[in-house]
């Protein structure tokens, strides 16, 4: 069993440049979320999924985007990459608002 | 718009002291709440909802609406104890988790 696996690991962007960070879970979890985490500053929602072909807007969704169109899959999209970017990426998923299962996280950094 | 405080950033204690994480919340309804726990190297992993009312290594949690509070709490911390916590809300039935800003347990020996 997999759980909640991302790709990459580790990224390194130039300024303007895009990239599409990969999650994938094989729980057939229905709920789905993508959170940055920054020093100090804990874990801040990006966008998260409730089912298949639906997205909402979390905390700071400014500079990204989500598509969910399977149950498993929910990439984030960095379209201009700007240093504010920089950051570890977690995706995780559960099923409705029980034990939420975390990946491993992406570094990224913007340069 | 919901919220969740957690005032302290590191909380250092010795090994068999008691230990309160604090964690305030804002929002009007009924909340879940979680609280969850990142350990050296390894994957932010739950350790306790209050829906459960559990008591999970010994940590337990009680959800106080008047104060908008879930403090964690444990009679006598152990060094491997030693970790991030986060306190986490669902506003009901959203499925939009948000996470308060960690408090970095430190427990010497």
């Known amino acids: 069993n997999a759980g909640v696996t991302q790709t990459p690991k580790f990224r390194i962007l130039k300024i303007g440049q895009s990239m599409t960070l990969q999650c994938t879970q094989d729980m057939n979890h229905n709920y789905m979320y993508w959170y940055r985490q920054d020093p100090g500053m804990g874990l801040k929602l990006i966008y998260y999924?409730?089912?298949?072909?639906?997205?909402d807007k979390g905390e700071v969704p400014n500079g990204y985007n989500v598509s969910r169109s399977t149950t498993e899959d929910f990439p984030l999209r960095l379209e201009l990459a700007a240093p504010s970017q920089t950051s570890v990426y977690f995706c995780?998923?559960?099923?409705?608002?029980?034990?939420?299962?975390f990946g491993q996280g992406t570094r990224l950094t913007v340069v | 718009a919901q919220r969740v405080t957690q005032p302290e950033k590191l909380l250092s204690v010795f090994k068999g002291a008691p230990v309160e994480l604090k964690c305030n919340y804002s929002?009007?309804?009924?909340?879940?709440l979680f609280w969850y726990v990142q350990y050296s190297r390894q994957r932010l992993q739950l350790l306790l909802r209050?829906?459960s009312r559990e008591s999970i290594k010994g940590f337990t949690a009680d959800l106080n609406k008047g104060e908008t509070s879930f403090h964690l709490k444990k009679p006598f911390a152990q060094e491997e104890d030693s970790a991030m916590y986060y306190c986490a809300l669902i506003p009901s039935n959203t499925g939009k988790l948000i996470f308060g800003q960690g408090t970095t347990l430190q427990v010497k020996p």
């Open positions: 209050h829906i």
């Open positions: 929002y009007s309804g009924s909340p879940e």
């Open positions: 995780a998923s559960s099923y409705l608002s029980d034990r939420v299962i």
């Open positions: 999924s409730v089912g298949a072909g639906i997205t």
